[in-house]
């Protein structure tokens, strides 16, 4: 009996030293693995959540804004195609003085649109411009509500140097319609008024409409001042156009200087454009996954007019197939085929046409003897760099005709003794606004993702800055 009691404490004893031994081995780090970063005592996607809420709270303040006003100086664009030359009645300046201001409020992006912070710490601005612009009588004022973006490219502490990219809606208060005489409304730009021997401009021949299209691009400097305020210097050029949605649109083209002060309230982080860019949680429309291609189709359509003496509007469509390459989160570089239709094309010239033509045009630009279907299409081929921010894209695509009959249309005189031209061919570009397309086109293309597959477009599609026809439609990524 004594001798079964001594064996129960004996394999007691054993067993108590195996469970202190195990206990110590569970405490000691494993040397196959990283001792530095112990594991979570709390479940994956609940740590996640708890970082990612720990992270915001320590970096990101409830407000970050920044508020700026400026006044702006300068002038149109010297052009006899704008309104505002010394051919106008009663206009002696070939350059009219623009006087103006800009009242804006700028933010650091957040939520979807964090991934622009890694543009040197990039900020978002909401912008209302006011310019009165030199002759009340034929050109007024013109006002632009629109949205753009602070891009520096150096940043000191004592100066932040960037760029402005901007786009918007323009509103004007003189336009072809209100300046014009009403007997003279379907005359010709150039007439001889009663008494006078020569002949002259005698309305605003720049702007079809009221309501624009508004674009800026410029560079900025910021100077900190003390107590969260800044001095602003900016240069900008500024352009107001429809599109060729209502003629007559030659369009206003702007070169301003802007000078002002900028303030940063006390409960945003002081002057943060100097301030390093901030590490963000990575967030994006696909669940934390980027895609690196991207195989989009798309296609749209709307309406152009071509010559205001034609009292006609004309059907227009555009049709792509692109491949995007995505190396950053913020921009993508792509290439792809273009179809486009243009039914101004099918019209005929007035001295072409009979009792039973149906659309007629004034405009001897290009040598349209004919309707013919073929002569609205065009096929080419595209470069398309777009910058991506969260669900907004922004595209400025350079193509080139490889299908192009209006090609042999123009100019007219020319056209008129016969050309036969290849796909590349010698013209003036700086003259292809008013004789000619060329082969040369740009899209200007403006997305919003709606889904992780559907996104709705606006494209304007030009020629050496000469719109020829604005439209929207839908597109589907693969």
Avoid at 116 to 125: C, D, E, H, R
Avoid at 167 to 195: C, H, M, S
Avoid at 219 to 236: E, H, Q, V
Avoid at 292 to 317: C, L, N, P
């Amino acid at each position: 009996m004594r001798r079964c009691c001594l064996l129960i404490c004996l394999i007691l004893a054993v067993l108590s030293l195996r469970a202190q031994d195990d206990m110590v081995l569970r405490d000691e780090p494993n040397p196959t693995k990283d001792s530095r970063s112990p594991k979570p005592r709390i479940p994956r996607k609940r740590a996640a959540r708890y970082t990612q809420a720990q992270h915001r709270q320590r970096t990101d303040p409830k407000v970050r804004m920044r508020y700026r006003l400026s006044g702006a100086v300068g002038w149109l664009n010297r052009d006899d195609k704008i309104a505002g030359t010394s051919k106008m009645q009663g206009l002696t300046l070939d350059r009219p003085v623009v006087l103006g201001g800009t009242v804006a409020f700028e933010f650091l992006p957040t939520g979807r649109l964090e991934s622009l912070q890694q543009w040197n710490n990039a900020s978002i601005g909401l912008a209302f411009s006011a310019f009165d612009l030199g002759q009340q009588h034929y050109l007024g004022q013109a006002f632009a509500p629109y949205a753009y973006l602070n891009v520096p490219l150096v940043k000191t502490r004592r100066f932040v140097f960037g760029l402005r990219p901007g786009i918007g809606v323009g509103f004007v208060t003189r336009t072809y319609a209100n300046t014009v005489p009403d007997d003279l409304r379907w005359e010709a730009y150039q007439v001889t008024l009663k008494g006078e021997t020569k002949s002259r401009q005698i309305a605003n021949i720049s702007v079809g409409s009221i309501a624009n299209a508004f674009l800026s691009g410029g560079l900025y400097m910021d100077f900190p001042l003390r107590k969260g305020w800044d001095l602003t210097f900016s240069l900008a050029w500024q352009h107001l156009s429809n599109g060729s949605v209502m003629t007559p649109n030659a369009g206003y083209n702007m070169f301003n200087a802007e000078v002002g002060f900028a303030y940063t309230p006390s409960n945003s982080p002081r002057g943060f454009h100097f301030h390093e860019p901030y590490t963000k949680v990575p967030h994006s429309l696909y669940d934390g996954v980027e895609k690196k291609w991207d195989v989009e189709i798309s296609a749209g359509g709307g309406a152009r007019s071509v010559y205001y003496r034609d009292r006609d509007w004309f059907g227009v469509a555009a049709l792509s197939l692109s491949a995007h390459w995505k190396p950053l989160s913020i921009f993508r570089l792509g290439g792809g085929v273009d179809v486009f239709y243009d039914g101004a094309y099918a019209a005929v010239c007035d001295e072409f046409a009979k009792e039973n033509t149906a659309h007629v045009t004034y405009f001897s630009k290009t040598y349209l003897a004919e309707s013919k279907l073929s002569n609205c299409f065009r096929v080419g081929v595209s470069l398309q760099p777009e910058m991506v921010l969260g669900n907004l894209t922004f595209g400025y695509h350079l193509g080139i005709y490889l299908y192009d009959p209006v090609k042999n249309l123009e100019p007219y005189a020319e056209a008129k003794k016969g050309l036969k031209r290849g796909i590349f061919y010698s013209y003036d570009p700086l003259k292809a606004s008013t004789y000619q397309d060329g082969w040369f086109y740009q899209t200007l293309l403006l997305k919003y993702r709606c889904s992780r597959h559907i996104f709705v477009q606006l494209g304007l599609k030009v020629h050496i800055m000469k719109a020829e026809f604005l439209y929207a439609g839908l597109g589907v990524a693969l």
